[in-house]
């Protein structure tokens, strides 16, 4: 996630804190869906399936990152 930290602090700075969070999620999400494509034409081959790639953590990360950052753009009113 540290690669995120530069692109949040970045958008942040050119759009504040707001709009730069909901920037990088969505920039967050965006790589996820590739990543996850990429793991469904993994699992299309013929292979052992039983094995689970190890990228699966990585995204579960990169999901609650997103939530989070999601979460605390929403202003309270």
């Known amino acids: 996630m540290e690669n995120y930290d530069d692109l949040l602090e970045t958008e942040m700075f050119r759009g504040g804190e707001s709009r730069g969070r909901l920037r990088?999620?969505?920039?967050i999400l965006t790589d996820m869906l590739i990543e996850l494509n990429?793991?469904?034409?993994y699992y299309q081959k013929p292979s052992n399936k039983s094995v689970v790639p190890q990228e699966i953590a990585s995204l579960r990360t990169r999901i609650e990152a997103v939530k989070n950052l999601l979460q605390d753009s929403i202003p309270i009113e």
Do not use: N, S, V
């Not at 990088?24 to 920039?27: D, E, F």
């Not at 990429?38 to 034409?41: D, G, H, Q, V, Y």
């Open 38 to 41: 990429a793991l469904e034409i």
């Open 24 to 27: 990088t999620a969505l920039t």
